[in-house]
């Protein structure tokens, strides 16, 4: 039998029905392998064993007892550390929450703990979300599982990192201009970025919350449609959550493709491409022709905007949500002080990080009296043409494909002296998020230097069912990953 933490989470659940495997033996054999493979990787920030066995041994009394169970239950998961989980410190990879313990649970993590997840722990991440390699955390570095000299992608590096690295079935992370598509796509696993509202925000510590969304990280696209079917579904506590119906996601994987329209936007196919990126997303395209998909050339004219457009609305809400750090409710407190803004100052210069320093700047300016009207409202309209764009685009194809990244993962302390190259690396995720639409990131090959590759599918705004049997497909076709790195 394969190792147990090579099964993807549709295999562990097969094999827990069947009563081939517990899930204390499951739970054990991801501590053990992170005993021996964490400290080279780095992917969390804190690990949560005592609860996670004990999670462990009621989903197998579950099991024993015949009690009804889940497709999760039982399921080992790792979350990243932004959503809050209730008795377990949730720091956003930040001094200015380090010792912050949540009184409560995400909506996420209700649900999660409702079907019988196990939680084994809390992934690293780019500090409150901001950054495109995990190299902006206050704790450590998170290092690519496929080579310990590059970023795993960010900001939910720790959490494809620790899913590439064995170290979990799945995980949560969250995306607000790509930060679970790129990750995946660096790590050689699958990200997908549901439709806004479909899940819900609440108790995700937000950073720009008209763009952020929880979604999937996993081995498989059965196994994000199986996650995505546990989280989804309105809430009532999130104003943004959506009155649908979460369809059966794992089950509208089989449907057939044959005859799709594929958008292949001339925007996206663009100079500085790398070209091992530009041919094994050709190949990927090639495969749904084969499987009789119709490919049609299709234009996202604002595109070029896109990057400017995000920047804006992305750092004046930043600016805007993370204004509630300051020292008087909770989080850190900085120590000596004069007065009340001289203690506001202290706290916020010793609790933040230079990146999230530079976001709060930038927003703070774009929302300044003499600047609004030119930056920020000129944004906002700017970001409605790139919704009209996604529209008009979806009359002429089912779904769109194009890279998730311009280059395979890049080496540690690449990009960390040039924030706008860093910035760049967002390029081709960024407008999914300004459009609302769901987006999945898929393995499609390997570099030269043996660096996963990741191709980007996206749908119309809440045609995540159509993205994810789209994707299934290809998967089927291209192949997935059986090999997974050696650590």
Not at 85 to 107: E, H, I, N, Q
Not at 155 to 168: E, F, I, K
Not at 272 to 301: F, H, K, Q, T, Y
Request: include cysteine; glycine fraction near 10%; proline fraction near 5%.
């Amino acid at each position: 039998m394969p190792d147990i933490v090579d099964f993807t989470i549709k295999q562990l659940n097969t094999l827990f029905l069947k009563g081939e495997i517990s899930p204390v033996e499951v739970a054990r054999a991801y501590i053990d392998r992170a005993e021996r493979v964490e400290p080279k990787i780095g992917a969390y920030i804190t690990q949560t064993t005592e609860i996670a066995m004990a999670q462990a041994k009621e989903a197998e009394r579950r099991f024993v007892k015949g009690e009804d169970v889940t497709a999760l239950t039982g399921i080992p998961l790792g979350i990243k550390d932004l959503i809050c989980t209730k008795g377990v410190r949730t720091t956003c990879a930040s001094r200015m929450l380090k010792d912050f313990v949540p009184p409560y649970d995400a909506t996420v993590m209700e649900r999660l703990n409702g079907a019988g997840a196990v939680m084994l722990g809390k992934f690293n991440m780019d500090e409150f979300a901001m950054g495109s390699s995990t190299e902006n955390s206050a704790f450590h570095l998170t290092l690519n599982p496929w080579d310990l000299t590059r970023v795993p992608g960010g900001s939910s590096g720790g959490s494809a990192a620790g899913v590439a690295a064995r170290l979990c079935a799945g995980s949560l992370g969250s995306d607000t201009g790509g930060s679970i598509r790129q990750p995946a796509s660096h790590c050689g696993v699958v990200g997908l970025k549901p439709t806004y509202g479909r899940v819900s925000r609440y108790g995700l510590v937000a950073f720009a919350s008209s763009l952020d969304q929880i979604g999937p990280i996993t081995k498989d696209v059965t196994d994000a449609a199986i996650v995505l079917g546990a989280i989804a579904g309105l809430d009532p506590r999130d104003s943004t959550s959506a009155l649908r119906d979460v369809p059966e996601y794992e089950v509208g994987l089989s449907g057939d493709i044959k005859g799709y329209r594929v958008g292949l936007p001339k925007e996206y196919l663009i100079g500085g491409l790398d070209p091992d990126v530009e041919a094994a997303v050709r190949r990927a395209v090639g495969n749904l022709e084969a499987m009789g998909c119709n490919v049609v050339e299709i234009s996202l004219p604002h595109t070029e905007y896109a990057i400017a457009t995000y920047y804006i609305i992305a750092t004046a809400e930043a600016a805007s949500n993370l204004s509630r750090y300051d020292g008087v409710k909770y989080g850190h407190r900085a120590k000596d002080y004069k007065n009340l803004i001289d203690m506001y100052k202290k706290t916020r210069s010793e609790g933040f990080g230079l990146e999230v320093k530079r976001r709060i700047m930038l927003g703070t300016y774009v929302l300044s009296a003499g600047y609004y009207d030119a930056y920020y409202k000129k944004a906002s309209q700017v970001r409605n043409l790139i919704k009209q764009d996604f529209e008009k685009a979806f009359n002429a194809c089912d779904v769109i494909v194009t890279p998730v990244a311009p280059s395979p993962s890049f080496k540690l302390g690449e990009k960390t002296g040039d924030p706008l190259q860093m910035y760049l690396s967002d390029v081709f995720t960024i407008a999914t998020n300004l459009a609302g639409i769901p987006g999945i990131s898929v393995p499609c090959g390997f570099s030269r230097n043996g660096l996963p590759i990741g191709i980007q599918l996206m749908a119309g705004p809440f045609e995540d069912e159509k993205l994810l049997r789209a994707a299934y497909n290809l998967e089927k076709s291209v192949g997935k990953i059986e090999k997974w790195p050696e650590i």
